[in-house]
């Protein structure tokens, strides 16, 4: 069963520590992303990687940071620096090219205390 | 950069009233994607349109794209509970996709 997963689904941390989500996807999608969503606004890009060991920033890097060891997985760490991290995180993939669809894991949402 | 507006932000309908969402940007467009997200879920795609004056239709749902690539709407005939949520338009930019602000979709019964 393809698809794309996301754990965990609600996750608490206190302010100042770094937290790391996870999402992996089984689709054999190159390209990767990950989007920051607040309560009744649309989606902003946080980071995209289009190839293993490659990713460049989005819309609001600042804050957080990822890596693209493998090509199923697309780990984002929330850090200290990002100053309003309580959202809620969506990972999605696609094929590599203009007329590809995205496939959305369920979201993990995050909140710091 | 570029930019995609949706319109309305909200709707609210009375069941198997009619509703549209408008997508509009100021630069041509190589193609537009729509999703869903229902509440508390995640966006879920529901087509794709390439081609300038692209109309193409799943049930209740008519998706228009404009002859000039630079606007997109979704119709929904006849609204029900179960369309409840928020409608994104979408493009391809370069290595990246766009979305837009969405409009949310209540439906009262």
């Known amino acids: 069963d393809g698809g794309i997963t996301q754990s965990p689904k609600y996750l608490f941390r206190k302010e100042g520590q770094n937290v790391t989500l996870s999402c992996e996807q089984n689709?054999?999608?190159?390209?990767m992303y990950w989007y920051r969503q607040d309560p009744g606004q649309g989606l902003r890009l946080i980071y995209y990687?289009?190839?293993?060991?490659?990713?460049q920033k989005g819309d609001i890097a600042e804050g957080y940071s990822v890596s693209r060891e493998k090509k199923e997985s697309f780990p984002l760490t929330v850090t200290s620096a990002q100053k309003n991290p309580t959202a809620f995180y969506l990972c999605a993939s696609s094929g590599v090219g203009s007329t590809n669809e995205q496939f959305f894991g369920p979201g993990t949402r995050l909140t710091v205390l | 950069g570029q930019q995609v507006m949706q319109i309305p932000q909200y709707q609210h309908v009375q069941e198997g009233e009619d509703f549209t969402t408008y997508c509009n940007s100021s630069?041509?467009?190589?193609?537009i994607q729509w999703y869903k997200q229902r509440p508390g879920g995640h966006p879920v795609f529901l087509i794709q349109l390439v081609k300038s004056g692209e109309v193409k239709k799943q049930k209740r749902l008519t998706f228009q794209f404009g002859e000039a690539k630079k606007n997109s709407s979704l119709h929904i005939t006849a609204t029900q509970t179960t369309d409840v949520g928020t409608y994104f338009c979408s493009f391809s930019g370069t290595y990246k996709y766009i979305f837009g602000t969405g409009t949310r979709l209540k439906v009262l019964a």
């Open positions: 689709l054999n999608h190159d390209a």
């Open positions: 630069t041509t467009l190589s193609n």
């Open positions: 990687s289009q190839i293993v060991n490659d990713f």
